[in-house]
């Protein structure tokens, strides 16, 4: 099990600057979520996928966020025309996720941590 | 969403137990109480979850009012490896997504 992978880590880009950041889920778990980490704060939902179908999206997630999750495999969030707000750390988390109950823990990965200068 | 409210911090000291009280007053009857933590400069952890009885596992112990408008997480022995920030959390049984609050910062003192 190697856990819930997100690449890059880190990520420097110039205000205007399209980014795009990955992340590849337990491979068994068919719920996929971003969140986003401002310093001091706890992580926001951004949007979460049932296999490859985007079920929600925040309304922190402006026209300039597109996430992905093509296959129902691993998921991409892009973010265009970058702004110094945007930085923050990004999470991804996967579940495996059941119709009934809410006992399934969600596993999320390191973050990519995003500077826009 | 049911909200929770938590201390904004709380400290302890090495090797003694820590209980972390989280209130969740709204909760519905379905909602399970989740704990995640986060560990400075690292992605949030499961830590415990539970519906109405008391749990144990290897990590910590989740208390549950027998009213469920409030639960106690309990770290037996803190060592300074459980400074992070905790997090109570209601999950319904329609949908799973985490929702996160301020949470705990919990600081131990050698």
């Known amino acids: 099990d190697t856990g819930v992978s997100q690449d890059p880590r880190h990520k420097i880009t110039k205000r205007g600057q399209n980014v795009t950041f990955r992340c590849d889920p337990i491979s068994e778990h068919n719920r996929l979520y971003w969140y986003r980490q401002t310093l001091g704060q706890g992580p926001e939902f951004l949007t979460y996928?049932?296999?490859?179908?985007?079920?929600?999206k925040s309304r922190l997630l402006s026209d300039r966020f597109s996430a992905e999750r093509p296959k129902g495999s691993f998921s991409t969030l892009e973010i265009q025309r970058t702004e110094q707000g945007d930085s923050a750390m990004y999470l991804c988390?996967?579940?495996?996720?059941?119709?009934?109950?809410?006992?399934?823990?969600?596993?999320f990965g390191q973050g990519t941590r995003l500077t826009v200068v | 969403d049911a909200k929770t409210t938590q201390p904004n911090s709380m400290e302890s000291n090495e090797e003694e137990p820590v209980h972390l009280p989280c209130n969740h007053s709204?909760?519905?009857?379905?909602?399970?109480i989740h704990w995640y933590r986060q560990l400075p400069s690292q992605g949030p952890e499961y830590v415990i979850h539970?519906?109405?009885s008391n749990v144990n596992n290897r990590m910590a112990s989740l208390a549950i009012a027998e009213d469920r408008k409030s639960s106690t997480l309990i770290l037996h022995r803190a060592t300074l490896r459980d400074a992070a920030v905790y997090y109570c959390?209601?999950?319904?049984?329609?949908?799973?997504?985490?929702?996160f609050g301020p949470g705990t910062s919990l600081s131990v003192i050698p």
């Open positions: 709204t909760i519905s009857g379905t909602d399970y």
């Open positions: 959390i209601l999950r319904a049984t329609s949908y799973d997504k985490v929702i």
């Open positions: 988390a996967s579940s495996l996720g059941r119709r009934t109950g809410g006992g399934t823990e969600a596993f």
């Open positions: 996928f049932q296999n490859e179908a985007q079920l929600e």
């Open positions: 539970g519906l109405t």
